[in-house]
């Protein structure tokens, strides 16, 4: 069964960058086909796709955020990661992680979520 | 505002059926995924590919699609199936991904 587990910095400050870390167990980040995503949610409201990266490298982007972003895979840690540059209290959210059911794009699992204020 | 395009909030009596329904043109061409959200828990996959209830998800959950609506029907709901629920698909470009704006169900 496969789990994932975010970490990083729960305060960031204007500007700074947003880095969050999504350990994998019980599966590889390297082996098969997955889309290893990240969706965010402001507090109170709904769910945001933010993109992923799949096992081959290949990302996918929300294109409202895609100037800010990036998601790689470190394969020797088998985790994957998400970088958001100049953040804003817009940013404020708790940040999942995600993997697909092998079938599609249909994300059956998620880490706990991490909450990431930003505020100076 | 989202692509996919849910409305607010429905309420439904104990054991009475509830219908979700999520419109958007690009569920015209490709598949929907539906997740549960209980308040301060994490998302559950509970529908893909429009119409496919994963393992451990009661068979009341159903889903069906047609033209650019997707729906997520709940028969029989139950206390413990008060959440929000949220669709999603590709956007419009067909390029990327999006969520449904959510919605609230209520059992009465």
């Known amino acids: 069964q496969v789990q994932l587990q975010e970490s990083g910095p729960g305060l960031v400050k204007p500007s700074e960058t947003l880095s969050l870390t999504c350990a994998v167990s019980?599966?590889?980040?390297?082996?098969?086909?997955?889309?290893w995503s990240w969706i965010r949610q402001p507090p109170g409201k709904g769910l945001e796709w933010i993109g992923y990266?799949?096992?081959?490298?290949?990302?996918n982007y929300n294109p409202s955020l895609k100037s800010r972003l990036t998601i790689s895979l470190d394969t020797s840690k088998n985790q994957f990661s998400l970088k958001v540059r100049s953040v804003t209290a817009a940013d404020t959210a708790v940040y999942y992680c995600?993997?697909?059911?092998?079938?599609?794009?249909?994300?059956?699992?998620w880490g706990q979520g991490t909450l990431v204020t930003v505020s100076s | 505002s989202s692509e996919l395009t849910q409305d607010p909030a429905v309420s439904v009596a104990l054991g009475q059926t509830v219908r979700i329904t999520c419109q958007g043109d690009?569920?015209?061409?490709?598949?929907t995924s539906w997740y549960q959200q209980k308040p301060g828990q994490v998302p559950i996959l509970v529908i893909y590919d429009k119409t496919i209830r994963p393992s451990g998800i009661p068979d009341r959950f159903s889903g069906s699609s047609s033209g650019n609506t997707a729906s997520l029907t709940i028969a029989g709901a139950q206390a413990e199936d008060e959440a929000d629920y949220y669709c999603n698909s590709r956007d419009s470009s067909g390029n990327h991904f999006v969520f449904g704006s959510g919605t609230k169900v209520t059992v009465l």
């Open positions: 690009s569920l015209r061409s490709y598949s």
């Open positions: 019980g599966g590889s980040v390297s082996s098969g086909s997955h889309f």
């Open positions: 995600a993997r697909d059911n092998g079938d599609g794009y249909n994300l059956a699992y």
């Open positions: 990266i799949y096992s081959s490298g290949n990302t």
